[in-house]
């Protein structure tokens, strides 16, 4: 069993950036696919980025390719998030999540494939 917590999310400014971080404990955290998945106030929970344990392949929505990075830092067991160039429609709840039982290079996109979910940290962008 794996617990989640995100951290780093709050107000800022259209252009702006923020880090946000989902610390992972219990479990094996090296061998987790990790993703990030926001949703919006009245919309449908969607991908936002992912990450194979093994560090080496990740995979963006395209509404935040080349602004939004996807690490992490298996000493400390956490998963990153960096926004950039914020937008108001990047305005959510962003939460991480765990998926088990994956090789090592695979990348997971769907919500329903993945075991594990932090509770989320809110992401507000002003314009």
Excluded: I
Excluded at 20 to 36: E, H, I, K, P, Q
Excluded at 38 to 43: D, E, L
Excluded at 78 to 83: D, E, F, M, N
């Amino acid at each position: 069993q794996a617990l989640l917590v995100e951290s780093g999310g709050g107000l800022v400014q259209a252009g702006g950036t923020l880090r946000l971080s989902c610390v992972v404990s219990g479990g094996t955290f090296t061998r987790y696919a990790m993703g990030w998945f926001r949703q919006a106030p009245g919309k449908e929970r969607e991908f936002v980025a992912a990450l194979s344990w093994n560090g080496d392949f990740t995979s963006y929505a395209d509404s935040v390719k080349g602004r939004f990075t996807m690490s992490k830092d298996n000493r400390k067991t956490t998963v990153y998030l960096q926004l950039d160039n914020l937008k108001p429609e990047d305005t959510a709840v962003y939460s991480c999540a765990a998926a088990t039982f994956r090789q090592g290079h695979v990348v997971v996109v769907a919500a329903n494939e993945y075991n594990y979910w932090g509770q989320g940290t809110q992401v507000t962008v002003s314009s």
